[in-house]
């Protein structure tokens, strides 16, 4: 009789290990005790970092890169993926992310945060004869509902004296006007998907500002004039239906911005299940291990887990976690055959996070067992 087939689809535990990390180290683990195990690694990502490296594994294509401005007002060079079909793949956290502004001793705050940068990489990109694009949200240090995206692809924006604002939720706060401008010559021809790693709506208590406001440098004061900020630039653009759809407010409101271009919005999960093949291999699994750094509500909203148990079943999925909320066990064993917890196996979150890899082979030992 052949020997279970075993999928293993984690994404990374962030700060501890990349997502190809964590397979390996759960393969060590499972063949450390059942050596003719029938292994299958398929790292996978929630559309925020680490999502390029999974689509350059399973589709053919080039690296490519570009230096520019990122967040942090510094220089950074930008790796995207240039795919055989001329889609090109780009990560918001490559010119936007949060380790950018906690790596610089003199950042802007989050009051003068623009995402700006992305819409210069979105328009690189389209200029080197990319006919399609797919971008990842995930991992920002942004909060601007896209205001600074939409003004470097051409859109117009003013505060009550005629001056031109586009630089972060300060802004915001001061926007008058807005004229469309160059807006209208962005190439309708161009098909822009967007992989979500939330399904949050733009506004409202579990909108971007409110649930990922704090996490990026908002005070509790400040959620509600942000928000409220956000509701007249969604009006001024006249964008109602956009503002409500799952994924609006994913990379501080920039799902939105996005969808007001045209684009489609959907689970970045459930985009790479698509774009890398593992939808297909999944059915022929015996049994599937997925993992995430830390599992709460945010799981149960869409998270890379969540989705690939759904795509596996039948077959039983196990997750592996650094931590788990104990608040969610209960409606996480609706979903999972088994969780661990790595915090749990090694008696804390500093011992599990000092030697994540250990810990992950030890699971491993112990699921066969």
Known sequence: MSSPRVVLAPDSFKGSLDAPAVANALADGIRSVAPQSDIVRAPMADGGEGTLACVAAACDGRWRSVTMTGIHGRPVTADWYQGVDDTAYIESAAVLGL???????????IWHRSSAPLGALIRHVLDAGCISL???????ACNDAGLGLLTELGLCAFDTNDKAVADGPADLLRLARIERCALADWRQDIDVRVLCDVDNPLLGERGATHVF???????????ASVDTAFARFVDQLGADESSRRPGAGAAGGLGFALATLGATLEPGGDGLLELTGLRDALPEADYVITGEGRTDAQTLAGKTALVIARAADPAPTV???????????PRLAAEFSACYSLAEQSGSVDAAQADTAYWLREVGRDWVT
């Open 213 to 223: 406001g704090p996490q990026k440098g908002l005070d509790d004061t400040d959620l």
């Open 319 to 329: 997750l592996v976690s650094g931590a788990i909320d104990e608040a969610v066990r």
């Open 99 to 109: 380790p950018l502004i906690t790596h610089t001793s003199d950042a802007p705050s």
């Open 134 to 140: 797919v971008v990842a949200l995930g991992g920002s």
